[in-house]
C-alpha cells in the first residue's frame, strides 16, 4: 500500500491516525444525541458522573482496537454490549442503537480519503468496510438480547404490580366482609 509516496501496511497507518479517527468517530456518535446530551458526555470527564460517555470513549476504543489487531472477540462482544446496552434502554430504535457502528466507516474513509487515493484507497477501504459490517451484525444480535432482558424485566414488573394489585384487592373485599 502507498502513503505519502511510500509504501507502508494499513495497520501502521490506523494505528498512527487511532486518536484522530476516535475523536472523529466519537464526535459522530454524539451528533446523534441531543445537543444538551451531547454537550454533557463530550465535556464531563468523570466515569461516575458520565458513566455513558466513559463507556462510549472506552468502548469505541476497543472496538477500534478491534477493526486494527486481533482482538479477543470476547472484548470485542464486551465493548458492543456496554454500548449497546444503554442505547437499548433508551428505547433507541434498532438502527439508532447500532448505527453508531456504521459511523466508524465515515470515520475511517475520512481519513483515509487524506492518505490513499486511486485502487489503493478503494481495495484498503473494502477491506476494512466488511470487518466493520461483520462487528455491525454481531451488533445486531447484542441489541436484540439486550431489548429481550429489557423486556423480561418490565413484563417481570409488570406481573408482580399485577399480583400485588390483586393481593391488595382480596384484602378489600376481605375487609368489606368483616
Known amino acids: 500500500m502507498c502513503y ?3 509504501t507502508v501496511d494499513i ?15 466519537f464526535d459522530l456518535i454524539l451528533e446523534t444525541y441531543p445537543a444538551d446530551v451531547a454537550i454533557f458526555l463530550r465535556n464531563e470527564q468523570d466515569r461516575f458522573t ?10 469505541t476504543a476497543l472496538l ?21 446496552r444503554i442505547r437499548a434502554v433508551q428505547d433507541s430504535l434498532p438502527s439508532q ?3 453508531f457502528i456504521f459511523l466508524l ?3 475511517v474513509r475520512e481519513e483515509l480519503e487524506k492518505a490513499f487515493t486511486g485502487d489503493a484507497l478503494l481495495t484498503t477501504l473494502s477491506q476494512l468496510e466488511s470487518r466493520i459490517e461483520m462487528m455491525s451484525l454481531l ?10 432482558e429489557v423486556y423480561n424485566i418490565r413484563s417481570g414488573e409488570i406481573r408482580m404490580e399485577r399480583d400485588m394489585a390483586m393481593r391488595l384487592l382480596k384484602a378489600m373485599k376481605q375487609q368489606d366482609k368483616e
Request: net charge positive; glycine share 10%.
Open 97 to 99: 442503537a447500532v448505527g
Open 50 to 59: 458520565n458513566p455513558v460517555g466513559h463507556v462510549l470513549t472506552e468502548g
Open 11 to 25: 495497520k501502521d497507518v490506523l494505528t498512527r491516525k487511532r486518536g484522530t479517527i476516535l475523536k472523529r468517530w
Open 64 to 84: 477500534y482496537d478491534g477493526l486494527i489487531h486481533d482482538v479477543d472477540p470476547e472484548k470485542i462482544l464486551s465493548a458492543l454490549d456496554g454500548i449497546i
Open 105 to 107: 466507516k465515515k470515520a
Open 4 to 6: 505519502n509516496g511510500r
Open 139 to 148: 451488533a445486531f444480535d447484542v441489541y436484540t438480547r439486550c431489548r429481550e
